[in-house]
Every structure is written in C-alpha cells, then in structure tokens.
C-alpha cells in the first residue's frame, strides 16, 4: 500500500510528455520497489487526457502515492513543470527520473541510503532499443528480468561491457562507481538531493528547453558547494528509447550560452526559477 504522508521520506519527480504507454511500464517498476516510505509526482507538460486517465487508475489501486502536475501544452516547457512539482512534493528530500525510466526494484532504496547532508546523488541508466523497450510487459518488471541478462539478450540487446551496471555487486559494484570516467552530474533520469538545496539555487531555469537544463542545475549546486556522489553502477534504470522531436539546433545553442555564464560567473541563483524575479 502507499506511505502515509508523515512516513513520506522522498518524494520521487517523473516528468512525462504525451508517452503513456511507457509512463505505465515505469510505474509498475515503482510498484515493486524495497522501500516503501516515498511519493511519486508526476510533472506532465502538458499531456493529453490519456496520461491523466493512466494516473487516475494507478491513484485508485492504492498503490502507489501519486500526485500529477499538469499544465498546458506550451511546447517543450520541461523545466517550468519540474518547478511546480518540487513546489508540490512533500519530502525534504527529491528523487529526479523520467517517465521513459524503469527503476530496478531496489532504486528508491539506493537513494534513500546514500543521501548525504551537502551532496546530491548521480545514478545510472542503460539505453535499450526500441523492439526491446515495446516488448516488455508487467511480468518483466515485477520479477526483475528486464533487468537481467538473459532476458534482455534474448530480446535483442547487444553484449556490451555497459551491461555491467546492471549485474554488478558487492566489491565490484564500488570499484566500478569509483573508476569510471564519466563525471558524477545531475542528470534528468537519475539524479536526487535536498529539497532546500534545490530552493536555494532556485530549482530549474525556465529559460531552458531541451538540452542540457538538468546539468545546468548541478551546475548551479555546485557553485553553492554541493559535492556529489557517484552510483551510476549502484542506482540504475533502463532508459526505453524513443524519439526527440522536441530537440532542436535552437534550443541546445541557447542552454550552452545559458550554461556557460553559469561557469563563467560562478552563478548559484537562477532568476527564472521556481520563484521568478518579478515575484518579489
């Protein structure tokens, strides 16, 4: 059954666009998780009735604890909706994926015990194709085997040494999350921290669209002096692919320009955030 609200430790953010039936398949991967005391919210730029009908019949099954944030469809307004769902959430502490993540069953668990007071946490994902992403089923993520080798070499996925982050264990898992080259960042799919550091830095800029926003608040928290914790080989999802017909020249030129006075000028405090600059 779903946490009461006082039992509410992290509040879990899934943004989602127009993608229902891959939005179902995340959820049931949050039915099975090993800890139980957190909340799902739902920031939905602006889907059709069809999301919302989703939502409505995991909220009555009693589940799961979800709310869904709805605006308009303005385009691609990702991070104005993240916004109104941090403003939403109950915990103290805010667990970032998408509506196109599958969360291994112990994902929120991994979370839960690494967060740290002065960091955020970076974790993992593995893409899979698109023949593999439609053929799974409820069963598939209730007993784990989109998860485990076997299952997904049989269903098309290449061999390849990424698909360490989804066996590793033990010794191996650590020395993994502390040798890899790629850089512990905040990443829109996989990525958690204190909700009063999120404030702080005044959650997503607005000014944003696709490419590179969710960065730019990691960015943001570092300059603050947030450090951040590698678990890419420890907190994994399995990203399920689809198309990006949101990501243009434009909008990816703008955020580089964006990210860049962020570094440049040591910026901690977006004026187009959560609270806006004419808001007083």
Same mark, same amino acid.
């Given at each position: 059954?779903?946490?009461?609200?006082?039992?509410?430790?992290?509040?879990?953010?899934?943004?989602?666009?127009?993608?229902?039936?891959?939005?179902?398949?995340?959820?049931?991967?949050?039915?099975?998780?090993?800890?139980?005391?957190?909340?799902?919210?739902?920031?939905?730029?602006?889907?059709?009735?069809?999301?919302?009908?989703?939502?409505?019949?995991? &909220?009555?099954?009693?589940?799961?604890?979800?709310?869904?944030?709805?605006?308009?469809?303005?385009?691609?307004?990702?991070?104005?909706?993240?916004?109104? +769902?941090?403003?939403?959430?109950?915990?103290?502490?805010?667990?970032?994926?998408?509506?196109?993540?599958?969360?291994?069953?112990?994902?929120?668990?991994?979370? &839960?015990?690494?967060?740290?007071? *002065?960091?955020?946490?970076?974790? *993992?994902?593995?893409?899979?194709?698109?023949?593999?992403?439609? +053929?799974?089923?409820?069963?598939?993520?209730?007993?784990?085997?989109?998860?485990?080798?076997?299952?997904?070499?049989?269903?098309?996925?290449?061999?390849?040494?990424?698909?360490?982050?989804?066996?590793?264990? %033990?010794?191996?898992?650590?020395?993994?999350?502390?040798?890899?080259?790629?850089?512990?960042?905040?990443?829109?799919?996989?990525?958690? %921290?204190?909700?009063?550091?999120?404030?702080?830095?005044?959650?997503?800029?607005?000014?944003?669209?696709?490419?590179?926003?969710?960065?730019?608040? *990691?960015?943001? =928290?570092?300059?603050?002096?947030?450090?951040?914790?590698? =678990?890419?080989?420890?907190?994994?999802?399995?990203? =399920?692919?689809?198309?990006?017909?949101?990501?243009?020249?434009?909008?990816?030129?703008?955020?580089?320009?964006?990210?860049?006075?962020?570094?440049?000028?040591?910026?901690?405090?977006?004026?187009?955030?959560?609270?806006?600059?004419?808001?007083?």
């Amino acid at each position: 059954m779903a946490a009461n609200k006082s039992e509410i430790t992290i509040s879990v953010i899934i943004s989602t666009y127009n993608h229902p039936e891959w939005l179902e398949k995340v959820l049931w991967g949050y039915e099975v998780q090993t800890y139980k005391n957190f909340e799902i919210v739902i920031a939905d730029d602006g889907s059709a009735a069809e999301t919302k009908d989703l939502i409505e019949k995991f &909220q009555a099954q009693g589940i799961l604890s979800i709310t869904h944030v709805w605006h308009e469809d303005n385009g691609f307004q990702k991070s104005e909706i993240l916004n109104k +769902a941090i403003l939403a959430s109950k915990a103290d502490y805010l667990l970032f994926s998408d509506g196109d993540c599958i969360p291994k069953n112990n994902f929120v668990e991994i979370h &839960q015990n690494n967060k740290k007071s *002065g960091y955020f946490i970076s974790g *993992g994902y593995f893409m899979l194709p698109m023949h593999t992403s439609k +053929a799974i089923k409820k069963e598939n993520i209730h007993n784990q085997e989109v998860f485990q080798k076997d299952w997904l070499y049989a269903n098309g996925v290449a061999k390849t040494f990424k698909m360490n982050k989804l066996s590793s264990s %033990g010794f191996f898992e650590k020395f993994m999350n502390f040798i890899t080259p790629t850089k512990a960042t905040w990443n829109g799919h996989n990525s958690s %921290g204190w909700k009063a550091d999120i404030i702080k830095v005044n959650g997503f800029d607005e000014r944003m669209q696709y490419g590179g926003q969710d960065r730019e608040l *990691g960015e943001r =928290l570092v300059n603050l002096g947030i450090k951040s914790i590698q =678990l890419r080989y420890s907190a994994i999802v399995v990203h =399920l692919d689809h198309k990006r017909g949101y990501k243009t020249q434009e909008s990816i030129d703008k955020n580089k320009a964006i990210r860049k006075a962020t570094k440049t000028e040591k910026s901690i405090f977006t004026p187009y955030g959560v609270v806006k600059k004419n808001e007083g």
